[in-house]
């Protein structure tokens, strides 16, 4: 597979279809061994050729100050996108992987894991939809997990709802153990 910054990544909006409880379930914090900055983030999601890009928590809250070097990436059962170009289960992820750290605008970078925090917390689906065809993503319910607008703007998902614009990843190949293949394959 072609590396990572060798291949066009380029984002693609996406129009938020619903936003409902999902229950509780695991969610990741990835922290990273370095800062990001504001409007970059994880491509992560339910459906590994649809990922969104979940902002890094680079903006602080009234509940919590900024942490650049996180991202709260999603449900345990998420693809992430790695440096390489393939993804894996973030349940797979291990301190020393080295993901691809996107922003809004194409531009990208890598930044290694440092550790994992995983822990038990409400979650949402969204689903979205893009260019006809439907993904979904799982992520925590609090105010500092947010999506990135086309427009670079940070959108959280307390605020967030049906019908606003947010930043994707599309790949139409099917992926085996990671992996992007030519064929088939349906993910709902």
């Not at 380029?10 to 990273?32: H, K, N, Q, W, Y």
């Not at 370095?34 to 990922?51: D, F, M, V, Y």
């Not at 550790?115 to 893009?130: D, Y």
């Not at 307390?158 to 153990?177: E, W």
């Amino acid at each position: 597979e072609e590396p990572l910054e060798n291949r066009e990544i380029i984002p693609t909006e996406a129009r938020i279809l619903s936003m409902e409880s999902a229950g509780v379930g695991e969610r990741v914090c990835i922290d990273l061994t370095r800062r990001i900055n504001e409007g970059q983030g994880a491509a992560t999601g339910s459906i590994s050729g649809k990922l969104c890009l979940i902002h890094g928590e680079t903006i602080s809250s009234e509940y919590v100050p900024n942490r650049p070097f996180r991202i709260n990436a999603g449900a345990i059962h998420s693809y992430i996108l790695m440096a390489d170009g393939r993804t894996k289960y973030m349940s797979e992820l291990e301190t020393g992987d080295e993901i691809a750290i996107l922003s809004w605008s194409g531009s990208i970078e890598t930044a290694i894991v440092g550790r994992l925090k995983i822990e038990m917390r409400p979650l949402l689906v969204i689903r979205f939809e893009v260019s006809g065809e439907e993904g979904q993503a799982i992520v925590q319910q609090a105010e500092t997990v947010r999506f990135v607008s086309p427009t670079g703007t940070a959108v959280s998902v307390t605020n967030a709802k049906a019908g606003d614009k947010i930043t994707v990843f599309t790949d139409d190949r099917v992926r085996h153990i990671g992996i992007a293949l030519d064929g088939e394959m349906v993910e709902k």
